[in-house]
């Protein structure tokens, strides 16, 4: 498995896309940084883009990866190696080099701007925890439609759509019930509606330190308890956990069973 | 005859220079009733290093009181300890405490009563209900104390430094915690207070009712139920004040209610949960003030006319500005909003396009508060774009048609 692993990862850092990815955000974290010099500015502009840009690019690249090393996979299949590591290894590859991405784009520059002295330290270890934590849900789930569709084209809508569907229509989905069912308690709902989406989980996670004091403006005993310290961000954690652990069991229940 | 007969007695070095009586277990006056009694008008009465049981200790004479390091004043059976009632007393450098809870009496530490001219110094007041009790007083000085109650509750608790009907007070560095107000003035009129440290009070920092011509400067209020509420008060100064970390579903920086003509210059904002809230107060300048990452910058409710707010600076609040109605007659001018998005093609520092600061997000979130946890989303930002590019929801009219490119230093 770790040979399969350091195959594909080093197969992934080589490949023009992935460097043109870093490189995307290498440069965007710079110009921010040159543009102004506040680190607090800054931070809120690359949360937009992290929240935005590494589950398309996680969905995405998975796909596409998995597309195209489809052959290769086949081609190990036929080797006396367990599909177990095959699979992990393929994968597992990938999304280390995704996560290598979001670490050198966003980590390095605002180390070169003196964030380790900052108040905002907290902010920006979790902006980049986020970016890593999102590209491994969000490829694994790639890898789960790559693997449930042979035609190409249907897997990149799907993924595409999945994008669209956890980043936009979503949220969209959600502040309309709450609008429509304002006159009830929403406490409940509204927290059970976050752990479902893991783009949500990973911003209320830094809305939880950049927007504290807003947050507790609300008055509901649940959400504020929810929202304050220690319990949300246990269960806020846990879920992301669970949005890496369960879609991986499916992914190697899946790939178990694939017929070539 | 009369001169020389002073002189004569000036001479044996009787009377009338003050004299100092010193106070404590080993002197000649072992309790402080004696030293009291032996002093006349004008006297220093020096309380040495001793703990004292005082039952409310009345000052009828002009006299100084000082303290010296570790002089201590514990009250009898938690009553009052001192109450001042005429002019010209000082009490200085004391140590009060275990004055207890008593709603019908509102027991406090030092209590002045319709005098003149006190000065009360770096004294320091623990575990007392009220601490320091102003009625009627006029012309006194505040300053240097360390005020620490024991504040549960606010039903249950006292203000630190609680003055009523009062004139021309000075209350100037002094640090108050763990009281329900840390300072409250009522009918409190032509008085400063100067560089207090006023945090971790159940209810307010700082506190005026009823009180005009007054001025509040360069104090630091934090982590307050609400820091400095002003009601029903004309002509209030307020500058160069911090106000921080006050967090809650009812906390504010600054509350403002039934207030005329008030001027809010350099003031920071920090981390509030609401920077300033608004309620029926008319003709306020708001000028150079900072807001950095407030909850809500400013929140108008409605009655609120002929305010002008310029020359602010508007950083990474999650909501800039929130009005409950129809804004009359305000002036936004000049701010710098970290949300501005326009573009300045003459280089003159001045944006060409206005600035919307109430976005369709505050609408929607103040009609369904639970939406509070989809701030920052991609949805959130699509259709508060919408709602600028074409507005239906928000006011057309509340915008700063010269917003600055730059932050204002």
Redesign the interface.
Known sequence: MLKILKFSFYEMIRSRWVFIYTLFYLVATMAFLLLSN?L??VL?SM??IT??LTPLIGILFGTIYYYNSKEFIQLLMAQALSRWSIFTGMYLGMALALCLSVLVGIGIPFLFYGIMGSPDLTIYLLLITMGCVLSIIFSLIAFIIAISCDDEVKGLSISIFVWLFF??IY??A??LL??GF?DYP??KF?ISM?VLNP??LA??LI?MK???????????AV??KF?GRGMGMVLVSASLMMWMIIPFWRLFALGKKKDF | MKMAFLFILNLLGIGIYANVVEVCKNCQYQTIQEGYQASIECDTILIKNDEFVIDNWLIEKSLTIIGENGAHLIAKDGGEIITIATNHVNIIGLKFSGVTTNYLKENAAIRVKHSKHFLIENNQITDCFFAIYLEKAKSGTISNNLIDGNASTEAESGNGIHAWSCDFLTIQSNEVLHHRDGIYLEFVNNSDVIKNHSHHNTRYGLHYMFSNDDTYVSNVIEKNGVGVAVMFSRRITMKHNTFANNWGHAAYGLLLKEIYDAEITDNNFLENTIGIFVEGSNRINYLNNNFRRNGWAIKFSGGCEANVISNNNFLYNSIDLVVASKLNDNTFENNYWSDYTGYDLDKNGIGDVPYYPVKLFSYIHQQAPETVVLMRSLFVEIINYAEKVSPVFTPKDIMDPKPKMNIIL
Do not use: C
């Open positions: 506040d607090s500015k809120i949360t937009n929240l935005i980043a936009i949220d969209g959600f502040m709450i609008l304002k929403l406490d509204t976050l783009i949500d911003r209320i809305l950049l927007d504290m004091s807003a947050m507790m403006g609300y008055t509901g959400l504020t929202l």
